[in-house]
């Protein structure tokens, strides 16, 4: 793939930038992409290149495939991470279809879900402040 696909995305303040580089495609779909946010490299996960930041740059949603299997997915989930904190939370899952991260307002993650390429009318919100189950980032 060309290296003009891959996305580099800066946080707000500057601080942080994203790094999406393209790792493959779906066979009649989208471009997959590895993720790196600064020093810290996700590994074998894959990403597509839905991802908001919020506005105090420590925070950044994004959307990761749990599968690229065409019979089977699309499977993805919607992951917080967190900058500051050095931890990660797994938020929404959707099967057959794509978890969309949309903005932050407020304390709220604001998100959508979209199935065959048609995006649900009604977004969804997501209070950070309740989320209990972070991991650490290694």
């Known amino acids: 793939m060309h290296d003009s696909l891959n996305i580099h995305s800066p946080s707000p303040d500057g601080q942080h930038t994203a790094h999406f580089l393209v790792a493959g495609e779906i066979r009649f779909g989208p471009l997959y992409f590895s993720l790196s946010v600064d020093d810290y490299a996700f590994g074998e996960r894959i990403f597509g290149d839905a991802h908001v930041w919020s506005p105090a740059s420590n925070l950044l949603a994004v959307q990761e495939w749990l599968t690229t299997d065409y019979g089977e997915g699309p499977i993805t989930t919607l992951v917080l991470i967190d900058l500051d904190r050095r931890?990660?939370?797994?938020?929404?899952?959707?099967?057959?279809?794509?978890?969309?991260?949309?903005?932050?307002?407020?304390?709220?993650?604001?998100?959508?879900?979209?199935?065959?390429?048609?995006?649900?009318?009604?977004?969804?919100?997501?209070?950070?402040?309740?989320?209990?189950?972070?991991?650490?980032?290694?």
Not at 90 to 111: C, D, H, I, M
């Open 87 to 138: 931890r990660e939370a797994t938020v929404v899952r959707v099967t057959k279809g794509f978890v969309v991260p949309a903005a932050f307002e407020a304390s709220k993650l604001v998100y959508r879900k979209a199935f065959g390429g048609q995006a649900m009318d009604q977004h969804f919100d997501l209070d950070i402040a309740e989320i209990k189950e972070w991991s650490p980032l290694p």
